[in-house]
C-alpha cells in the first residue's frame, strides 16, 4: 500500500480536460497501490441520483457547479485516496486551495486534437454536445483552465500510452522516498 507520508499529503487528485484519461490512470493507480480511487463525477451521480448530462439539462451548469463544490471540498478532506477530479472543478477558487492544501496533484495533459478525436462521439458530455466544432469548444476550456492545470506538482503527457503515464507517475513518486 502506498504511505502518504512520504508526499506529506493527504490523497492524490488527477486533473485535466475531459478524455484526458484521469479515471482509467487513477483506477489504475488505485490498484497497483491499494488505495481507494474516487471519481468526483459519479459521487455527484451517486448524490443526485442523476447522471452528468441530465443535472445540466435540467437545472444548468451553475447548479451543477454548486453540487461539484460540495462533492470535491468533501471528498479531499478524506485520507489516502486517489481522486479522478472533474475537468472543471479546478476553475472553483476553493477547490483549487483545498487541493493545494491536501493533495499531491498530477495534471494529465493531452494535445487538443487528439482530445476531440477521443471525445467525438462522447454523449455524456455535455459542454460537448452544443453545435460548436468540439475542438474550438475544448481550446476555450483550454484557454480558462490552462493556468490552474500547469500548476499541479506533477505533468504528464497522456497521448498515446497509458503504461508510460503509469510509470512516470510511479517513478516520480518513488522519488519523494529519496
Ligand atoms: C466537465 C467535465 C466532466 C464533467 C462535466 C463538466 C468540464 O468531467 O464534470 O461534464 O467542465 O470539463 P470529466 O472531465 O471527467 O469528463
Not at 129 to 149: H, T
Request: positive net charge.
Amino acid at each position: 500500500m502506498f504511505d502518504f507520508a512520504i508526499i506529506k499529503k493527504k490523497n492524490i487528485c488527477i486533473m485535466g480536460l475531459m478524455g484526458s484519461g484521469k479515471s482509467m490512470i487513477a483506477k489504475d493507480l488505485s490498484k497497483q497501490f491499494k488505495i481507494k480511487f474516487y471519481d468526483t463525477d459519479r459521487e455527484i451521480e451517486n448524490k443526485t441520483n442523476k447522471s452528468i448530462d441530465l443535472i445540466f439539462e435540467e437545472k444548468g451548469e451553475s447548479y451543477f457547479r454548486e453540487i461539484e463544490e460540495e462533492v470535491c471540498l468533501e471528498l479531499l478532506q478524506n485520507n489516502n485516496c486517489i481522486i479522478s477530479l472533474g475537468g472543471g472543478s479546478i476553475i472553483n477558487k476553493k477547490i483549487r486551495q483545498s487541493i493545494e492544501l491536501n493533495s499531491l496533484s498530477i495534471y494529465l495533459k493531452v494535445d487538443l486534437n487528439i482530445l476531440a478525436k477521443r471525445l467525438k462521439s462522447s454523449k455524456k458530455r455535455p459542454l460537448l454536445n452544443k453545435n460548436e466544432n468540439k475542438i474550438d469548444i475544448l481550446q476555450n476550456l483550454y484557454k480558462r483552465r490552462q493556468k490552474f492545470y500547469e500548476k499541479a506538482d506533477l505533468s504528464v503527457d497522456n497521448n498515446k500510452d497509458k503504461y508510460q503515464v503509469l510509470e512516470q507517475i510511479k517513478y516520480a513518486l518513488e522519488l519523494y522516498e529519496n
